[in-house]
């Protein structure tokens, strides 16, 4: 079965350049999740879209943006990179809110 | 105090018994309420959801939910080598006319053989 693509597994940047990452839901699932992993910690939620509208609104700082695109797939931008920006980036998608999320591999972003 | 708890562990059981994971919840609106096993530098997989109070059963695993404790568990039986994780409560937690997905710190699982 078809799962959450995201892309790229794995980002290098340096401070105050910016990202972008991307997420491909499961097909038909109408909702999309970003979160983030910061080591040993637990995923903390970024923001999230329902049917290409933002719906919920996490701990996403103000340098961060996302948007859902037509084809539902979804993109995290991140500007003026920080070092404790370095996390693991998840994306999850969903049948609709409230569902159970599943998950891509996730993105890991190191800002040296 | 966050609002999804749970005791990070490790929790360390031999193989074949049964593992008990606990999480408490801050909100008695919540809904949706779902446990996640992580291993190191993986995603979240969807293990249970449970959405009412009472047990719901999966194979070796089973969700309890207690609205009116504010708690949910995951009991898994027969412990496997390969069920240690860390296991991740999620709880779908209102703010402002919505839901906002929140999970606890997770859990630490070891099976020993």
């Known amino acids: 079965a078809a799962g959450v693509i995201q892309s790229p597994r794995h980002l290098i940047k340096e401070k105050r350049e910016t990202a972008t990452l991307k997420c491909y839901p499961i097909?038909?699932?109408?909702?999309v999740y970003w979160y983030q992993q910061g080591p040993g910690q637990d995923p903390q939620f970024l923001i999230s879209f329902y049917e290409k509208m933002q719906s919920d609104k996490g701990s996403i700082p103000d340098r961060f943006s996302a948007q859902q695109f037509s084809d539902y797939h979804s993109e995290l931008n991140m500007s003026s990179l920080e070092l404790g920006d370095s996390a693991l980036y998840f994306c999850a998608s969903s049948l609709t809110g409230g569902q159970p999320q599943h998950f891509g591999d996730g993105t890991r972003l190191s800002i040296l | 105090q966050k609002e999804v708890e749970q005791n990070s562990g490790p929790l360390s059981v031999p193989e074949g018994a049964i593992a008990s994971l606990n999480c408490t919840y801050s909100?008695?609106?919540?809904?949706?309420f779902f446990w996640y096993r992580q291993y190191s530098g993986k995603s979240p997989e969807l293990i249970m959801s449970i959405y009412s109070n009472g047990d719901k059963e999966d194979g070796r695993f089973t969700a309890q939910l207690n609205k009116a404790s504010q708690y949910v568990s995951l009991l898994i039986r027969d412990s496997q080598p390969s069920d240690s994780a860390t296991y991740l409560c999620?709880?779908?937690?209102?703010?402002?006319?919505?839901?906002?997905?929140?999970f606890g710190r997770g859990t630490s699982l070891i099976v020993h053989p």
């Open positions: 909100d008695r609106g919540s809904q949706s």
């Open positions: 999620a709880v779908n937690l209102p703010s402002g006319g919505s839901y906002i997905p929140t």
């Open positions: 097909p038909r699932h109408d909702t």
